[in-house]
């Protein structure tokens, strides 16, 4: 009895020690946090700025044709006035529809907001994480008080800053 009681704790040992070394792992990870929300917020900002040169180009070009149009009643000659008509006001058509298609870009721009959002906070849970299994180990009073103050604050804030990431993992020398 008393082996299959030792081979037990052994096993639970066992649990915890790795346990332990997939909370530290959770600490590396931080980069892989950090390069994605990069890549999100670039893809956003680039997204954002292509989508509103686009629909500039597009009203100075719809302005263009529009006066264009009013100046074809200059021609006299009926039969070509009605095809460069025709001609302009298919391609106003065809603007105004791209116009349209764009509000697709700030469909997309919203969705990396909300993922970028859903990424910082996972990025917060692990930092929770971290701050339990720190204050679960530590030793000293005081640095447990300061984790556990850490842990609560961060509990408060809607966002957590890469400032605040990186004095947490410190804290874990990490």
Excluded at 46 to 53: I, N, Q, V
Excluded at 102 to 118: A, G, P
Excluded at 139 to 152: A, P, T, V
């Amino acid at each position: 009895m008393a082996e299959g009681l030792f081979q037990e704790v052994k096993k639970l040992l066992d649990i915890i020690e790795q346990y332990k070394k997939d909370i530290e792992n959770l600490g590396s990870k931080k980069e892989g946090f950090k390069s994605v929300n990069t890549h999100i917020e670039l893809a956003i900002k680039e997204s954002e700025e292509a989508t509103k040169k686009l629909i500039d180009n597009i009203m100075e070009i719809s302005s263009d044709l529009k006066e264009v149009l009013s100046l074809i009643s200059q021609i006299k000659d009926e039969e070509l006035k009605t095809k460069i008509t025709g001609k302009l006001e298919k391609v106003l058509s065809q603007l105004t529809d791209s116009l349209t298609l764009l509000e697709f870009q700030d469909i997309v721009s919203q969705r990396l907001i909300k993922i970028s959002d859903f990424i910082s906070d996972v990025e917060k849970e692990i930092l929770k994480i971290l701050l339990l299994f720190g204050i679960s180990e530590e030793k000293s009073e005081n640095k447990k008080e300061e984790l556990r103050e850490k842990l609560e604050e961060l509990e408060w804030k809607k966002e957590v800053s890469q400032e605040d990431v990186d004095d947490i993992l410190k804290q874990f020398g990490m």
